[in-house]
């Protein structure tokens, strides 16, 4: 039993072995991430090469003189709400389809609604404005032979639905990664919990609202919180398929910070990106806590 116990412990990997990645992250990620704070306290722009500590002047500056922030901070929050619920129940019963499928055709149908996730937001953004194009796209091309006409819109260039526009092509790109990690939380619950249910009589309802969802908490808070952090730093999408417009109707904080950056306005871009990353902070860490109730109350 000595023996067995030492050609275990043998067998375990020494702690320098992550010193790399640690290195790598550290590095990359944070020292950037520490500069970009100190930076947004002082007045490092395009126009001087001096560069001053003006304390809160930058963050002053952000909710004084940007009208249009608290436009973008609106389309933000929007846009995130939006997608949290539109790929976390899309996803959810795109995992449930497939887990109840027919098992030869599962792997296929994973890799078709995971495809569009690998694939670049340029391509899709070159895809979807021809086939959002209010003259020529596709979408338009097939409402009005079918009666719906009235339905055909100015999907990008209409300031009162270009950002629900925008979310529904983020949606399909990235619902295929929801589903995937909702998946595999499907696939780790024990199947005796769904054979006692059927003992008793359930429904494939009861069976989803009292065995499925509370025992997919766990993945749910993962897929929340990743959903939550990807929607308040959203920019490609939103530049590739419009740039921020029509007028700023699309408009949100990464867009401005990317804006305000080009402007030569460094700090004040970097001060943007502070109070974003403040935001993701407190709201991660809420929505996790939240999430961890429910775990423990389920």
């Known amino acids: 039993m000595h023996r067995r ?3 275990l412990r043998s067998k375990t990997y020494p702690g320098y072995f992550s010193s790399g990645a640690i290195a790598l992250y550290m590095v990359f990620i944070v020292v950037p991430s520490i500069m970009g704070i100190y930076y947004s ?5 395009r126009f001087s090469s001096e560069v001053n500590f003006v304390g809160l002047e930058n963050f002053r500056k952000i909710f004084t003189s940007n009208s249009t922030l608290l ?3 609106n389309n ?4 995130t709400a939006i997608t949290i619920v539109t790929k976390t129940v899309i996803g959810l019963l795109l995992a449930l389809l497939v887990s109840r499928g027919i098992r030869r055709l599962s792997t296929v149908h994973r890799a078709i609604y995971y495809l569009p996730a ?3 937001m340029i391509v899709v953004g070159i895809v979807f404005k021809s086939i959002l194009n209010p003259a020529t796209g596709v979408l338009n091309e097939f409402l009005r032979p079918i009666g ?3 339905v055909a819109q100015h999907w990008l260039t209409n300031p009162h639905i270009a950002l629900y526009s925008i979310a529904a092509v983020d949606t399909w790109k990235g619902v295929g990664f929801i589903m995937i990690l909702l998946l595999a939380g499907l696939q780790s619950i024990p199947t005796d919990y769904y054979e006692a249910a059927r003992l008793d009589g359930a429904s494939a309802f009861s069976e989803l609202r009292f065995i499925t969802l509370p025992l997919l908490v766990p993945v749910l808070t993962v897929t929340t919180v990743l959903n939550l952090l990807y929607g308040l730093k959203i920019f490609d ?3 590739v398929l419009t740039n921020g417009g029509p007028g700023y109707a699309t408009e949100t904080v990464y867009t401005i910070v990317f804006k305000e950056f080009a402007r030569g306005h460094y700090a004040v ?3 943007l990106s502070t109070v974003l990353f403040v935001i993701m902070l407190g709201a991660g860490v809420v929505l996790i806590r939240f999430m961890n109730k429910q775990v423990d109350y389920d």
């Open 237 to 239: 999408s939103v530049w």
């Open 5 to 7: 116990r030492v050609s």
């Open 269 to 271: 871009s970097t001060a």
């Open 71 to 73: 436009l973008a901070i």
């Open 148 to 150: 719906l006409s009235s």
């Open 118 to 120: 690998v694939l670049p």
């Open 41 to 45: 306290f002082t007045s490092w722009n």
């Open 76 to 79: 933000t929050l929007v846009f």
